[in-house]
């Protein structure tokens, strides 16, 4: 046997990543790491999102841990709270929150002397690997309307929800059409005093049903953990084949989806004037393609209107549009979205030669296949940049990754390498090769969306998740600066 080398190893985020990547270490035998986190609980997006109407839209039985089934998901699409209390019931079960230092956010991270230094507002601590698993959509993104400070009632953005805040009684004003609002006009439709629902641009809407799973299935997945295995690998064929392929090439799939959106609208809004609102100019998936069942029906309700003027400015009242027009509110929600390039920032990250990840990427954020970068060796990111989001289950995603990054810190551990960071070629060459498929996919089909960087190019992963599991399935040593 060879003597294995102790291996202290840092995560940023206690969201799903990280604690994939903590189960990781501990069926590896490492107990040595410990999880940053800045929030007072586990969850990431789940804990922070909690505005009514939120479900995931990737079916419940595929949006769990492939080493954790959970027999008990209320719908065939899991609601957020259910999702959040999944992760922390993993926490517990795992002994995960003993590793955790809550309320600590990570100030900077320099690599020194073969070592990753990590700063808190309370300490420094030094690691031999540091895994970024900071999310996507983490930072808020709040629009620039003139007049926003002067609106007299509570205002919010979708992703800091005010529960102290009774809503049935109020005029509610949602500005966004991205996934968000058009999940809170559905849950809020008709049952709100007025909702008015600011649209700078229509979406298309994937009719996705979400049926409740009987107790009887419930208690047979219990029963026979083997039906949840088979569940699981039935909706992952179905993500994986369907909707994942559907964005990323030309075939029945992406006919199948574009068709069903078409029908969707035609079939559910006959007003002529209101479908024509609706109606978006791009095609279906060129965004972050909406699936929801209720959304056409709830703006239909009475008290729910669609504003397609755009916003002209905010009053103490509520909210003019160009044409002159105050729409009266008590409360404005901000469904604006997110910032989708700040991955592991605001942190200041420092690699070789006090290059800063601000520098590395000045021209928009790369990696090597999603999971490392030039000149920053034995640091890994979970859903880095053009990791397959945004048409997938993230859950499997993050597992293939934390799987490569364990096979990095086994080689640190089993003393054949004391540090790895890919080539300035590889991650060019990789990134290149991504480049060049990207034609084919919808998302540059001509819309705007947040999938868009800096050189008007998708920050997504442009070929199948099999690819991605096989990219990150047996790492390349020719592509690192190994030492
Ligand atoms: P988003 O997709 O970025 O949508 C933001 C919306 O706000 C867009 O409709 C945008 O209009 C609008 N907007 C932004 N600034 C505006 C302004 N100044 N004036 C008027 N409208 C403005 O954000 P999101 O809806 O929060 O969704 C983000 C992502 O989160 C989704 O794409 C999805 O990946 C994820 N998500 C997933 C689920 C799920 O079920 N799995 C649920 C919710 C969210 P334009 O389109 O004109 O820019």
């Not at 049952?191 to 009719?207: G, I, S, Y």
């Not at 909707?243 to 030309?250: E, H, K, L, S, T």
């Not at 000149?375 to 499997?396: D, K």
Request: with cysteine.
């Amino acid at each position: 046997m060879t003597e294995q080398r102790p291996v202290k190893v840092a995560i940023i985020g206690a969201g799903m990543s990280g604690l994939c990547m903590a189960i990781k270490l501990q069926d590896a035998g490492i107990d040595s790491y410990t999880i940053f986190e800045k929030a007072e609980d586990v969850g990431g997006t789940w804990r922070d999102n909690t505005y009514p109407g939120l479900t995931c839209d990737i079916p419940s039985r595929y949006f769990s841990y492939s080493f954790r089934p959970n027999p008990n998901w209320s719908h065939l699409l899991p609601e957020g709270p259910e999702i959040q209390a999944y992760f922390q019931q993993v926490a517990d079960e795992r002994g995960i929150r003993g590793h955790i230092k809550f309320g600590t956010e990570v100030i900077s991270a320099r690599y020194d002397d073969g070592h990753w230094r990590l700063t808190t507002a309370q300490d420094e601590e030094t690691f031999d690997v540091l895994v970024t698993a900071t999310g996507v959509l983490r930072v808020p993104r709040y629009p620039d309307i003139p007049g926003q400070a002067d609106f007299a009632g509570p205002v919010f953005h979708s992703a800091r929800w005010d529960h102290s805040i009774r809503l049935a009684d109020k005029r509610i004003g949602v500005i966004g059409t991205g996934s968000t609002g058009i999940q809170i006009v559905a849950a809020l439709g008709g049952k709100v005093n007025k909702l008015a629902m600011f649209q700078r641009t229509a979406q298309w809407v994937f009719p996705m049903p979400n049926p409740r799973y009987s107790p009887v299935v419930r208690a047979t997945l219990t029963r026979w953990p083997v039906m949840n295995r088979l569940s699981y690998r039935f909706w992952g064929l179905i993500v994986r084949h369907f909707f994942g392929r559907a964005p990323i090439r030309p075939g029945v799939q992406r006919r199948v989806v574009q068709a069903l959106c078409r029908w969707n609208l035609r079939r559910s809004v006959r007003d002529p004037q209101l479908r024509a609102k609706l109606t978006p100019r791009d095609q279906p998936m060129c965004k972050r393609q909406v699936m929801a069942w209720d959304f056409y029906r709830s703006v239909q309700q009475p008290g729910v209107e669609v504003v397609t003027e755009a916003i002209d400015h905010i009053e103490p009242l509520g909210v003019v549009t160009a044409d002159g027009v105050l729409h009266e509110l008590d409360l404005l929600v901000y469904a604006t979205g997110f910032d989708a390039r700040a991955y592991v920032r605001p942190l200041t990250v420092i690699g070789e030669g006090a290059v800063t990840l601000e520098d590395a990427w000045a021209d928009g954020p790369v990696a090597y296949r999603s999971v490392a970068v030039p000149g920053f060796p034995n640091m890994f990111m979970l859903m880095g940049p053009h990791s397959p989001i945004g048409n997938q289950s993230l859950i499997p995603v993050a597992e293939d990754q934390a799987d490569y990054v364990m096979w990095w810190i086994n080689q640190i551990r089993e003393g054949h390498i004391v540090s790895a960071a890919p080539t300035a070629l590889a991650t060019r060459d990789y990134n290149d090769s991504m480049k060049s498929a990207m034609p084919q996919t919808i998302w540059v089909s001509g819309c705007s969306s947040w999938y868009l960087g800096k050189d008007g190019l998708p920050e997504l992963f442009p070929w199948t998740p099999e690819r991605h599991r096989e990219l990150l399935r047996t790492p390349v040593l020719a592509d690192f600066d190994v030492r």
